[in-house]
C-alpha cells in the first residue's frame, strides 16, 4: 500500500468518541494513508460537543451539525452513514476511518468492505465484536492513549505539610479514578500459533509483517499494543516458543520469525 496516495475519508461521531485523542487517531490513519476528509459529526449547541471545539481548526476537521430531534436519542449516526454513502459513491476516496464504538455502524463497515475498498474502525474496548469484525482494522482508543511518564519521587515532607498532602493524596486518587485506565490484556498464544501456521507456506522463517497481515484477518482488533508491546516484534521477542532473527536488507531490518 502506498499511503501517499491511498486517500482515507475520517469520519468521527463526536458523541461517542474522544476529543483529547484526535491527534493520536490521525497519527493511527497516517499508518495506512492520507486522511483527505476529516469530518467530526455531533449537536455543536450542546455542551458536550465544547471539547471538540478547540481542535477542529487545529487538525483540519469540518464540524457537521446535526441536531438531536428526540430526546435521548441523536441523528449522528444516521448523517454519518449517509455521508459516508455519498462519499463512497464519489470515488474520491480509497478507504475510510469511522471513530465510534457504537454498533450502528456495523452495516456502514460491512457495505463499504463490499465494495472492496477498505474500511478501519477506531472505538473503545466496549465496542461490540460485530463492529470490529466488519472492519479491516479496527484499534482500540486505549491503545493510542500517551504512555504515563514515570513521576518524579516526592521530597520527605514536613510535618506542617502532612494534612495538605495526605488531602492532595485523596485529589490525585479521585482524577486518577476519572481518567481511562490503560490496562494489559491477555494475549491468546493460540492466536498467535494459527496466524504463524497460515503465513508459513512450509517456509521454516516467516516475515513478520506477512504474520501480522495474517494476525489482523483472523481478528482485525489485534494490536501488540494492548498486550504491553509497542510493535509486533517486540511481542515475538518475549514468546518462548519462537525466535525473531535479524533481516537486514539494504541496510534495513524486515524481521524474520520461526520455532525454536
Request: hydrophobic share 35%.
Amino acid at each position: 500500500m502506498n499511503n501517499n496516495k491511498f486517500n482515507i475519508a475520517v469520519l468521527i461521531d463526536g458523541d461517542n468518541a474522544q476529543a483529547k485523542l484526535i491527534k493520536e487517531i490521525l497519527e493511527e490513519v497516517s499508518k495506512y494513508g492520507k486522511a483527505t476528509i476529516r469530518r467530526i459529526y455531533g449537536d455543536w449547541t450542546t455542551p458536550h460537543m465544547n471539547s471538540w471545539k478547540e481542535m477542529i481548526n487545529l487538525h483540519s476537521f469540518s464540524p457537521i451539525q446535526k441536531f438531536s430531534y428526540t430526546t435521548g436519542k441523536n441523528s449522528t449516526d444516521s448523517s454519518m452513514i449517509i455521508d459516508a454513502m455519498d462519499i463512497l459513491h464519489s470515488n474520491s476516496v480509497d478507504g475510510f476511518c469511522i471513530v465510534s464504538s457504537d454498533s450502528d455502524y456495523t452495516g456502514l463497515a460491512k457495505r463499504i468492505r463490499e465494495e472492496g475498498m477498505f474500511v478501519m474502525g477506531i472505538g473503545r474496548r466496549i465496542t461490540p465484536k460485530a463492529f470490529v469484525q466488519s472492519c479491516e482494522i479496527f484499534t482500540y482508543a486505549e491503545n493510542l492513549l500517551p504512555a504515563e511518564k514515570p513521576k518524579p519521587t516526592p521530597k520527605k515532607a514536613e510535618k506542617s505539610q502532612t494534612s495538605t498532602n495526605r488531602k492532595n493524596v485523596v485529589v490525585n486518587e479521585e482524577v486518577k479514578k476519572e481518567q481511562p485506565e490503560k490496562e494489559n490484556a491477555e494475549l491468546d498464544l493460540s492466536l498467535i500459533d494459527k496466524a504463524f501456521e497460515i503465513s508459513s507456506d512450509e517456509e521454516e522463517e516467516i516475515h513478520i509483517a506477512k504474520i501480522g497481515a495474517s494476525l489482523r484477518k483472523i481478528d482485525p482488533s489485534f494490536d501488540p499494543r494492548s498486550y504491553g508491546f509497542r510493535n509486533l516484534t517486540e511481542l515475538f521477542k518475549n514468546l518462548d516458543k519462537y525466535v525473531v532473527v535479524k533481516n537486514l536488507v539494504n541496510g534495513l531490518n524486515y524481521p524474520l520469525v520461526k520455532l525454536k
